[in-house]
């Protein structure tokens, strides 16, 4: 399993650290996110539902919002991941507090079974958020080795772009009370554009791609992958 790590996947949305004045702008800080997962009985019902509460974000502060729709490796049918992106932890806890996703209003509540809501701190950040096609992996690594696999990973990113796969980007993210689901892992994700420009790097690498010593190295630290999903995330709000 660690054979097919960073490429491809942690997001959307999402799961991206960095704060942006519209979709696939320049990195703005490093930031953080909040999350809610739900189960959805309609999933295109309540996206669109979501995206029509514009109220919501502005009276949480968030700078921008989206959702990620796990497509392959999901837990249960519907499973979706309404995140939000922060300037700073302390924003994003400050806008956690002020909406509390199991009070949610009748209308809303009625399309979504909630699951639990987090927040994350990057540790290493996306250059720039912009969602797209996403692999997404919850990963259990030693503490004293932390350090060098996100360097490993920031020279993998570096390397896959520069073999002209120009949309790829990774980032890893530590959660905060997201309970007994995300205690003791970090959640590594993968980006591009589509699947694919995602499908376009995993061949690349069966194919002997130079970076591919990079990945394996990066592959080596993981003591285990919990959970390995592929995700569709998309931003729909940004504020004023």
Request: hydrophobic share 40%; net charge negative; glycine share 10%.
């Given at each position: ?31 953080a ?13 309540y ?36 995140w ?10 400050v806008?956690?507090?002020?909406y ?34 996403e ?21 993998m990113?570096?390397e896959?772009?520069?073999a ?26 993968s980006?591009t ?6 499908g376009?790097?995993i ?6 791609a ?9 592959s ?21």
């Amino acid at each position: 399993m660690n054979k097919l790590i960073a490429i491809g996947c942690i997001a959307a949305c999402s799961v991206a650290p960095a704060l942006a004045d519209h979709h696939g702008s320049d990195s703005m800080g490093n930031g953080a996110f909040s999350t809610l997962f739900v189960s959805a009985k309609d999933v295109g019902a309540y996206i669109e539902s979501v995206k029509s509460s514009t109220a919501i974000f502005e009276a949480i502060g968030s700078d921008a919002a989206g959702y990620c729709e796990t497509i392959s490796g999901r837990d249960e049918v519907g499973q979706l991941m309404i995140w939000n992106a922060f300037g700073s932890v302390t924003d994003a806890l400050v806008g956690a507090s002020k909406y509390d996703a199991s009070k949610a209003p009748a209308n809303m509540a009625s399309q979504r079974d909630f699951k639990y809501g987090a927040t994350w701190a990057p540790l290493k950040p996306f250059p720039r958020l912009d969602p797209g096609y996403e692999r997404a992996m919850r990963i259990k690594l030693k503490p004293e080795i932390l350090q060098a696999f996100i360097a490993t990973i920031t020279k993998m990113e570096a390397e896959i772009i520069a073999a002209g796969h120009d949309t790829f980007m990774n980032g890893l993210f530590v959660a905060m009370g997201g309970g007994t689901t995300e205690a003791g892992t970090y959640y590594l994700k993968s980006i591009t554009s589509s699947a694919e420009t995602h499908g376009a790097v995993i061949d690349d690498y069966f194919a002997g791609a130079s970076w591919g010593a990079t990945y394996n190295e990066a592959s080596a630290m993981i003591d285990e992958v919990v959970n390995d999903q592929f995700e569709v995330c998309e931003q729909f709000y940004t504020a004023n």
